[in-house]
């Protein structure tokens, strides 16, 4: 079945610093990836999407890569802030299925 | 413009019992997904409504159902309750099947006990 997982399950980043979150899958028939950050008692909120025929697509702070020759997808996050600190889901999507499948998600936790 | 509104947002209830969920997209939105949220098996897709029907289903037993009426608000409901089914029951909300952007309510945290 299909899976969409992330490599670390924590990370810890200095104030200021940029950030990298990554997120591995095996279905390569998605069409669409998305970034989604839940903080502590609110429900995911969207990022950042891409789609499967793009490799990078920037936002305000953020960008996110698609190598779909190792099925690899990440989230640069530019001077993280206090405000960052959530846990991070990668999803991905088809485009005759629009359900989400989420991976297991990575706490980001920012140090002053 | 108000977001996506779960309710309710705490419920306890006893095995064997039944238990609704609400939940109210965004004002112009059609298209309603639920996902069952626990530490152990992380956010599952449960089932997306849109125009009423149901549109897509996840691989959950047939004690979870749900509808969805005529003003996009949709509903879930569990039946039969087991002690597993404790988990953050979040909805999201879609102006249309195509759009990627969903918008998560906080979800209603059910404990069974």
């Known amino acids: 079945g299909e899976s969409v997982g992330l490599h670390l399950p924590t990370l810890s980043v200095q104030e200021g610093d940029n950030s990298i979150i990554n997120c591995a899958y095996s279905n390569s028939a998605s069409d669409y990836f998305i970034w989604y950050k839940q903080e502590s008692g609110k429900g995911p909120q969207f990022i950042i999407d891409?789609?499967?025929?793009?490799d990078k697509r920037q936002g305000q702070r953020v960008t996110v890569l698609l190598n779909k020759t190792v099925k690899h997808l990440s989230l640069q996050i530019a001077a993280t802030q206090p405000g960052d600190s959530a846990v991070y889901f990668c999803?991905?999507?088809?485009?005759?299925?629009?359900?989400?499948?989420f991976g297991a998600g990575t706490t980001v936790t920012v140090r002053a | 413009k108000a977001g996506v509104t779960q309710t309710p947002r705490y419920l306890i209830k006893t095995r064997g019992q039944q238990v609704t969920l609400s939940c109210s997209p965004i004002?112009?939105?059609?298209?309603v997904s639920w996902y069952q949220q626990t530490p152990g098996q992380g956010l599952q897709f449960l089932f997306e409504y849109f125009s009423e029907t149901q549109r897509n289903k996840g691989n959950f037993p047939g004690r979870f159902s749900g509808r969805q009426f005529s003003n996009s608000r949709s509903e879930m409901n569990v039946s039969t309750l087991e002690l597993g089914d404790s988990a953050l029951y979040l909805c999201a909300s879609k102006r249309d099947r195509v759009n990627t952007e969903a918008f998560f309510g906080q979800g209603t945290r059910l404990t069974v006990v």
């Open positions: 891409i789609r499967s025929n793009m």
């Open positions: 004002s112009g939105h059609r298209s």
């Open positions: 999803a991905q999507a088809g485009s005759n299925d629009y359900k989400l499948s």
